[in-house]
């Protein structure tokens, strides 16, 4: 059974940091590139983060630029999302995606991130 189960999220006061996680289990994790996508309230879904399977290369939405970082440790089938310096425009539910080269996608259920004084 495919899980991406994600955790992590929470209420934090601007300037803080928060570290997602995101475990996999059910497929092959290594093979797959790992997303994190947010979605805020009446908003789309959008892209954050981006990192390949083979050789760990990133990519982040200009938003996030130099605030997040996203890793993962094929070891543990996990990704990891770092977020520095959040602004309230951050808050969001925040949503692990893994996507095959063939295009095989799963998606976790998502964890809220509130970022408020």
């Known amino acids: 059974q495919v899980q991406l189960v994600e955790s992590g999220g929470g209420s934090v006061q601007p300037g803080g940091s928060l570290r997602l996680s995101c475990a996999a289990s059910g497929f092959d994790f290594s093979r797959y590139r790992m997303r994190w996508y947010r979605q805020a309230p009446g908003k789309e879904r959008e892209l954050v983060a981006h990192i390949t399977s083979a050789f760990g290369s990133t990519n982040y939405a200009d938003s996030v630029k130099g605030r997040f970082t996203i890793s993962r440790d094929n070891a543990k089938n996990t990704v990891y999302l770092r977020m520095n310096s959040l602004k309230p425009e951050d808050t969001a539910v925040y949503y692990c995606?893994?996507?095959?080269?063939?295009?095989?996608?799963?998606w976790g259920q998502g964890t809220q991130v509130t970022v408020s004084s």
């Open positions: 995606n893994a996507l095959s080269d063939w295009g095989t996608a799963y």
